[in-house]
């Protein structure tokens, strides 16, 4: 069974730093085609990070200030959020595909089959 367990969210200033970590059980995160999401109140699911096959894509909105990397030996991927905005401010979710050659061109979120329940992330001004 498969299980991916976020962690690492939080309340933060603007101009703050976080990082997220989505800890893999049933699951290999070394070589899979992984993401983090984000859900903001009354808005759509929205990819933010996506890595794997050797290629890494940021939303626009987040490049430049987001790192999506990961620890083959402790099965973990991890998103750095840096200069964070009150806009970043949503549940972020981690999402792995069932096979690696989903990347690249994954982007949307029927491309990964598994979630975790998602971490809190709320900035403020």
């Known amino acids: 069974q498969v299980q991916l367990v976020e962690s690492g969210g939080g309340s933060v200033q603007a101009g703050g730093s976080l990082r997220l970590s989505c800890v893999a059980s049933?699951?290999?995160?070394?070589?899979?085609?992984m993401a983090w999401f984000r859900q903001a109140p009354g808005k759509e699911l929205e990819a933010v990070a996506v890595?794997?096959?050797?290629?890494?894509r940021y939303a626009d909105s987040v490049e430049g200030r987001f790192t999506i990397s990961r620890d083959d030996a402790k099965n973990t991927l991890y998103l750095q959020l840096n200069i964070l905005e009150t806009e970043d401010s949503a549940m972020y979710y981690c999402?792995?595909?069932?096979?690696?050659?989903?990347?690249?061109?994954?982007?949307?979120?029927?491309?990964?089959?598994?979630w975790g329940q998602g971490t809190q992330v709320t900035v403020s001004s």
């Open positions: 890595d794997g096959v050797g290629e890494t």
């Open positions: 999402a792995g595909a069932i096979n690696y050659w989903a990347c690249p061109g994954s982007w949307s979120q029927g491309d990964f089959s598994y």
């Open positions: 049933g699951y290999t995160v070394s070589g899979a085609c």
